[in-house]
């Protein structure tokens, strides 16, 4: 079988007018700047392997000039000194810019990472309510009065005290390829609520829609070099921004693996570091859920944007009782699925990002089948370069399978058959990561007992992928630590000082 992709351009005219300048630049300061280096990487349609245009290729001595561009923007006191109120309208201004742009970094976004146009519709309004939650955040930033039990104080003096919660300083965002702009939201609007500097850098399979996303948060009111933007590979750039030793936080969103390595390099300085890491989420269904909403679920579960998620549903254990049914099911949904480029309203699953990715999705499918395992539907490579992957179900796997353990991070799911509650817990706990989990049944003991056993931060019942700018989404275990969203997000930016006084 093969798959014929339509080579299609955005039809948003200023899509197409952002496009038109092919070598994009990198904001330092007031700046739009070229590497130093003079160094450019292809940005590609992953549908296609049309070249959409080229990005500075960054290095050491680029991220040196946005350490020192953010670091004079926070001792200057540019923003971190605004009123809550001031920071709050402009956070609140740059919501306002993407749902007015919308349309625009929709398109920007799909041909640049290629899932369809709806999820990019979800994405980018996802964004903008991210700016709208944290510019509530800003005039809610409190510290507390204590009353402290030191017994030497002077007579006729009262000791008192208070804490002030003050911006962190200087923050490094560096972020994944899957879901770009939503997730850089997720992490520049609680970093510019506290009142901290920051350099963002995006993936380099993915840069364009931030491009976009930076002259947008200039023209909202941020004051040069409180945003700055870098762009490049991550062994280069990354590694350089981790190592830097005048950045106070790298909050970082990508594989474990990264991670780990951004850990390492953060010792130089004592950096903090937020980790948002993989995933392998179980979708447990119950022989008591509505399997009309089930099924059609625990399908979305993995398949949104092409699997490409974080939290996807990845590994699927079904009732034996409902197994044959909601695998048939899952596996209708997977097979009626229209594949095609992103730009094509109709088109219900994109490609993965790249041909790499795309390539090691194929070799688990492929790793799982000569283990045993056996595939119901799916499992092929399509697309005149290779990067489509048909939406693949498979059964008869063994929990100690690599297809089992480890992350895909594309449209495979693995289903197991189970029997009884504590048997299902200990299955969906068996693995590194605790990302996610979703439980599909009617019955309010098996939903309540399962939510607080399983080891995961967070727990959907009868839903998955419910995202919102209030829920706070990150790891247990090796999926990471820290969280996103919600009102501890800005806490994540601001330390805490404690003023202790004789009065
Ligand atoms: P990745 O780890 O390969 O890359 C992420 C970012 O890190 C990129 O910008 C990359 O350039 C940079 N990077 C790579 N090597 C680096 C190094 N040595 N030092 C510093 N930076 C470096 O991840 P990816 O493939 O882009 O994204 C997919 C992964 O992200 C999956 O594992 C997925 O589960 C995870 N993810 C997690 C969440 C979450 O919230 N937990 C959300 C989305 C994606």
């Known amino acids: 079988m093969n798959l014929i992709v339509n080579d299609l351009q955005p039809s948003n005219a200023n899509a197409v007018k952002f496009l038109s300048t092919k070598d994009k630049k990198m904001l330092i300061g007031a700046n739009w700047v070229d590497a130093v280096s003079g160094q450019r990487l292809n940005s590609h349609d992953p549908a296609t392997g049309r070249v959409n245009g080229t990005i500075p290729r960054a290095s050491k001595a680029d991220v040196d000039l946005a350490v020192k561009a953010a670091r004079e923007a926070f001792e200057k006191g540019v923003w971190r000194n605004k009123t809550a109120d001031e920071r709050s309208r402009v956070l609140w201004k740059i919501s306002e810019l993407i749902e007015a742009n919308a349309q625009e970094l929709i398109e920007l976004e799909t041909l640049d990472q290629g899932k369809p146009l709806y999820v990019s519709g979800a994405e980018i309004y996802g964004a903008a309510a991210q700016f709208r939650y944290f510019a509530g955040m800003c005039s809610k930033i409190e510290g507390e009065t204590i009353a402290p039990s030191i017994n030497y104080q002077p007579p006729g003096k009262r000791v008192i005290a208070h804490t002030l919660k003050e911006p962190l300083g200087v923050v490094a965002a560096i972020m994944p390829w899957n879901s770009p702009l939503v997730l850089e939201a997720m992490k520049i609007a609680p970093i510019l609520a506290a009142g901290c500097s920051m350099i963002m850098k995006p993936a380099e399979d993915t840069s364009l829609s931030t491009v976009r996303l930076a002259e947008l948060i200039l023209e909202a009111g941020v004051p040069p070099g409180v945003f700055n933007l870098v762009t490049g590979l991550g062994g280069e750039v990354g590694q350089a921004l981790a ?237 990471g630590f820290s969280r996103d969203c919600g009102m501890q997000a800005v806490d994540n930016y601001l330390e805490t000082k404690t003023v202790c006084m004789v009065v």
């Not at 499918?365 to 489509?388: C, H, K, M, R, Y």
């Open 243 to 479: 190592e830097h030793m005048d950045i106070d936080k790298v909050a970082f969103t990508g594989s474990t693996a990264t991670g780990r390595k951004i850990l390492s390099a953060a010792q130089s300085n004592l950096k903090k570091v937020a980790l948002e890491l993989g995933g392998k989420s179980p979708t447990i269904v119950f022989d008591d859920a509505e399997l009309d909403i089930a099924i059609p679920g625990a399908a979305n579960a993995i398949l949104w944007n092409t699997g490409q998620v974080c939290v996807a549903g990845s590994r699927l254990y079904i009732h034996k009782k409902v197994f044959d049914k909601v695998v048939s099911g899952i596996a209708d949904i997977a097979k009626g699925m229209k594949l095609g480029h992103g730009l094509d309203p109709t088109t219900q699953m994109g490609p993965l990002v790249n041909k790499v990715q795309a390539d090691k999705v194929k070799s688990y499918i492929d790793s799982g089948v000569s283990e045993g395992a056996e595939v119901v539907t799916g499992g092929q490579q399509l697309g005149a370069n290779g990067t489509f992957i048909s939406p693949t179900v498979i059964t008869k796997v063994k929990q100690s399978m690599k297809i089992v353990r480890e992350e895909i991070f594309g449209p495979v799911v693995v289903a197991t058959p189970f029997e009884s509650l504590d048997e299902v817990q200990h299955l969906a706990n068996d693995t590194r990561y605790g990302l996610a989990a979703s439980i599909w049944s009617q019955n309010l003991s098996t939903v309540h007992r399962l939510a607080a056993d399983i080891r995961a931060g967070t727990v959907w019942v009868n839903c998955h992928h419910f995202f919102d700018a209030s829920l706070p989404i990150g790891g247990y275990k090796e999926s």
